[in-house]
């Protein structure tokens, strides 16, 4: 299983272009995510996908957008590049299973794109 | 609104040494927090979680409820710990994850 993949790894765009990120699961997971990761500030959740046909805003979707293709895909969309949006972009996928002892719940990381807009 | 603290960006530790990474969380219901490390050149991966009680690696964390923290701890720790470690909140649901900032672990020999 390849688990979580991402293209490109890396970008370089310049301002107000705009460019697709990809990102496929083999897991069978209901669950897609799309964060960013700054220096200090963790990872941003930016928007998801609880389940196939649904998308839902997560803390920071403005100049985003997604789709979720099918189970297994889920794209992220600069519409219009900005400086601000210079960044590492990860993909994630989860199920919600239940333990023996409660909730469990993992989520599986793809190996991130590095996007930078001059 | 749910929110995860760690208030350290960079810890520095010498190999042998025990080594602690804060976190602190608010969050009105009953919490489930989690611990992912990633390691250089390698994908961000879950390290623990608190309903499970486990120790891995050799790290463990606790849930203190009355004082919102779940600090990851390790007795001795080792250059190979030398990683970026989040600390993870769950909303209710169990489908969306609030994360820390990260804290930088570097462990020198």
């Known amino acids: 299983n390849a688990g979580v993949t991402q293209t490109p790894k890396f970008q370089v765009l310049k301002t107000g272009q705009s460019m697709t990120l990809q990102c496929a699961q083999d897991?069978?997971?209901?669950?897609m995510y799309w964060y960013r990761q700054d220096p200090g500030m963790g990872l941003r959740l930016i928007y998801y996908?609880?389940?196939?046909?649904?998308?839902d805003k997560g803390e920071v979707p403005n100049g985003y957008n997604v789709s979720r293709l099918n189970k297994r895909e889920f794209s992220l969309r600069l519409e219009s590049a900005a400086p601000s949006q210079t960044s590492v972009y990860f993909c994630?996928?989860?199920?919600?299973?239940?333990?023996?002892?409660?909730?469990?719940?993992?989520?599986?990381f793809g190996p991130g794109t590095r996007l930078t807009v001059t | 609104a749910q929110r995860v603290t760690q208030p350290e960006k960079l810890l520095s530790v010498f190999k042998g040494a025990p080594v602690e990474l804060k976190c602190n969380y608010s969050?009105?219901?009953?919490?489930?927090l989690f611990w992912y490390v990633q390691y250089s050149r390698q994908r961000l991966q879950l390290l623990l979680r608190?309903?499970s009680r486990e120790s891995i690696k050799g790290f463990t964390a606790d849930l203190n409820k009355g004082e919102t923290s779940f600090h990851l701890k390790k007795p001795f720790a080792q250059e190979e710990d030398s990683a970026m470690y989040y600390c993870?909140?769950?909303?209710?649901?169990?489908?969306?994850?609030?994360f820390g900032g990260g804290t930088r672990l570097m462990v020198k020999p």
């Open positions: 994630a996928s989860s199920d919600f299973r239940h333990s023996a002892s409660g909730r469990a719940y993992e989520q599986y």
């Open positions: 897991m069978n997971h209901n669950s």
């Open positions: 996908s609880a389940s196939e046909g649904t998308t």
């Open positions: 969050y009105s219901g009953s919490p489930e």
């Open positions: 608190h309903i």
């Open positions: 993870a909140l769950s909303n209710n649901a169990g489908n969306m994850l609030t």
